[in-house]
């Protein structure tokens, strides 16, 4: 596809029209349909741009009020809620989950503090019975389920990625903590006050203007049984891409994985946790320690170096840049949104088309390596 032919909206601001030619770059090699990216430095929004298609057809433009899901950068908005829970002195990291759900603390997870359970350390990376989608996405049946479960390895001595069950446990130890859901949170404490853009699951009024995904294919085939931790966390249940457009996705409160945000929201949330201002989400010395690194090393689902903070992932190295105290999170496809309190840097970017190469996205690496480039 030529860029002759592409509509670019928004604004750039001239020092960093260089990430402007990379997402227009994206484009011209075929590699979008549509998509958004928003760039906050020092508080101030430099770049927000967004063009192309909200479906594969091509046939209904992406525009400044397109939101798209996120898969797991909703982890981001999911370690907000928590930081915020302990910003107002409601709860703290050190906590054990079992003080606020006591069942929690079944056949050997009575010392799983909330800070572990949210670096992935908790042993409940997938379910040990059979589970379906209709399971996951269940709530309380499927939190119950996880609070019997025993541990797969011992909580605290390695992490896991919790790519699903994270947001099962979370949802539903926030509401023990505060009486609310995770997506009630967020629609209450963080769309509504602060003016963004993003929520967990979707409002029946918002789905005429979401962009519909080109699907890509996660193979999970070839995880080997006997490798049983990875197994389950996914293959029980496998989770289709094509989710994302389903209703029951919409009205799930699940999240780990079902966000539905534009760049500019996730953004703005980013820049928010670095610059606090009058009406804070959270105080500096919160962030600090939402943003504190609680594991390092081999990930035993991801099998990869990983590491991770109170539900939020820091950057591995290279990843979102130079600089390691850059947190955030990624979703599935190529979405993502992260802070570099280095450099005063709050970036995100959604899109349409899923890629199937995750950290290699070349997309990622142009539009990341084009920021740092600029500053």
């Not at 596809?1 to 670019?8: C, F, I, S, Y």
Request: hydrophobic share 45%.
């Amino acid at each position: 596809m030529t860029t002759a032919l592409l509509d670019l909206n928004g604004h750039c601001s001239a020092r960093f029209a260089p990430l402007r030619d990379a997402f227009l770059g994206n484009f011209a090699e075929d590699r979008e349909i549509g998509a958004r990216i928003t760039l906050i430095v020092a508080g101030e929004t430099v770049v927000d741009l967004w063009a192309g298609w909200s479906d594969p057809a091509r046939s209904t433009p992406w525009t400044q009020d397109t939101i798209v899901a996120v898969w797991s950068a909703t982890k981001g908005i999911l370690a907000t809620c928590f930081a915020m829970i302990v910003d107002r002195g409601l709860a703290s990291y050190d906590d054990k989950v079992s003080r606020y759900w006591p069942e929690f603390a079944a056949a050997g997870k009575e010392n799983v503090t909330i800070g572990m359970l949210l670096a992935h350390q908790a042993g409940l990376s997938g379910f040990t019975e059979p589970a379906s989608v209709e399971d996951l996405i269940s709530g309380a049946p499927a939190a119950a389920r996880l609070a019997a479960q025993a541990p797969q390895w011992e909580p605290g001595t390695a992490a896991g990625y919790h790519g699903m069950t994270l947001g099962v446990l979370a949802t539903e130890l926030l509401a023990r903590i505060d009486g609310r859901s995770i997506r009630q949170f967020v629609a209450e404490e963080i769309a509504g006050p602060y003016g963004l853009d993003l929520s967990v699951g979707l409002a029946s009024s918002d789905i005429g203007r979401v962009a519909k995904m080109q699907q890509t294919v996660f193979d999970t085939s070839g995880i080997d049984k006997a490798d049983r931790i990875p197994y389950l966390a996914f293959n029980n249940p496998v989770v289709p891409a094509t989710l994302s457009n389903d209703l029951c996705w919409y009205a799930a409160d699940l999240p780990s994985a079902n966000g539905y945000a534009h760049a500019q929201a996730l953004a703005r949330m980013y820049d928010l946790l670095l610059h606090p201002g009058p009406k804070p989400l959270v105080r500096a010395e919160t962030l600090a320690r939402a943003t504190a690194c609680r594991f390092e090393g081999v990930d035993l689902v991801k099998g990869f170096f990983q590491r991770w903070s109170a539900g939020f992932w820091l950057n591995p190295g290279e990843i979102y840049g130079p600089n390691l105290q850059a947190f955030g999170f990624s979703g599935w496809g190529g979405s993502f949104g992260f802070a570099d309190p280095v450099a005063d840097v709050a970036f995100a970017y959604t899109m349409n088309r899923m890629s199937d190469q995750f950290d290699a996205d070349p997309r990622r690496r142009n539009l990341i390596g084009a920021v740092y480039a600029a500053l």
